[in-house]
């Protein structure tokens, strides 16, 4: 089996890409290639033309970077459900690892995954390209938006454009109407924030439950109602918090396995995909592949 490793050199240390590098020619008898992106969304690119150099050649492809870079290389992969992953995070957010518990730190051990175990999890598959974790919009799209603007005062603070863009998500976006249909579900009224989550939190610190299935074909869903500034603050405190017990009333929560969402004027929106947007969405149809991914995982480790 060759091993193809995919790294994002701007996720994580800068020395990361060296020291991987490193670790794997120390490794006997690996048969392995590393290839570096060199922009965003090079991920899939870059599949697509590893597939076709290695057509026929057993293969397992390792993520290496944050929860974006999994997700531009999931869109390149021909047919996920004969495909082997792994996901070696280093990036700023690894949202669906959160999924093992205390386990999730047995991921950045690179032995680990190559002696690793495969098991079937599912992903979600829209008409805008698939998410292992989560698709959403609204408070969460704003902020992202708002991140890339801000981005220049990292400087700073690596967690300064984060912070400014959340506080402007909640304080100065505005809200929008959707019509939404969750299975045989219509939900039609004004969302803060639309989550679809395959994994239970996104953004690194928005839990949104405790209770998530990986390879049951469901994803959860969670509308947070019309509220914007300080009143939106007590249900973010829930979330943040994990006070799955206290979560408002206000808020529709449930299971679902297709997803529709457009706005009630059919004018364009941004959706959330795993942290990459995607803008001028006039309407977004999805539905969860149950089991559809071979993911690589530490032996013995399961969903905690």
């Known amino acids: 089996m060759v091993h193809i490793f995919i790294i994002n050199p701007f996720a994580g240390r800068q020395t990361f890409a060296d020291d991987l590098r490193t670790k794997l020619n120390s490794i006997k008898n690996l048969d392995f290639f590393v290839f570096n992106t060199r922009y965003a969304g090079y991920e899939t690119e870059l599949v697509k033309k590893i597939q076709h150099i290695f057509a026929g050649v057993p293969m397992r492809f390792y993520c290496c970077g ?5 997700k531009n290389m999931l869109n390149g992969f021909e047919d996920l459900s004969k495909t082997e992953i792994a996901f070696f995070p280093c990036g700023l957010t690894n949202d669906f690892l959160k999924m093992f518990g205390k386990d999730e730190s047995r991921f950045h051990q690179i032995e680990e995954l190559i002696n ?4 079937e999890v599912d992903y979600i598959k829209s008409n805008h390209g698939i ?12 902020c992202v938006n708002k991140m890339n603007d801000y981005r220049i005062l990292r400087h700073i603070g690596d967690d300064v454009p984060y912070s400014l863009a959340t506080l402007y998500s909640i304080f100065v976006s505005n809200t929008l109407e959707y019509e939404l249909m969750l299975d045989d579900k219509v939900f039609i009224d004004k969302f803060a924030e639309i989550f679809i989550g395959n994994g239970c939190v996104f953004g690194g610190s928005m839990f949104f439950s405790d209770h998530t299935c990986i390879n049951d074909g469901q994803a959860i869903y969670r509308l947070v109602p019309n509220k914007r500034g ?18 408002p009333q206000a808020m529709a929560c449930g299971e679902c396995s297709k997803i529709r969402i457009r706005r009630t004027n059919r004018e364009p929106f941004t959706i959330n995909l795993d942290g990459d947007l995607i803008n001028n969405v006039t309407e977004c149809n999805a539905e969860i592949v ?11 480790v399961s969903v905690k």
């Open 66 to 70: 944050g929860s974006g870079t999994m």
């Open 116 to 119: 690793g175990d495969i098991i």
């Open 131 to 142: 998410s292992l974790n989560s698709l959403s919009t609204g408070l969460d799209s704003n």
């Open 230 to 247: 300080f009143s939106l603050l007590p249900t973010l405190s829930v979330i943040t918090g994990r006070k799955y017990d206290k979560i």
């Open 290 to 300: 149950r089991k559809g991914l071979k993911l690589v995982v530490p032996k013995g």
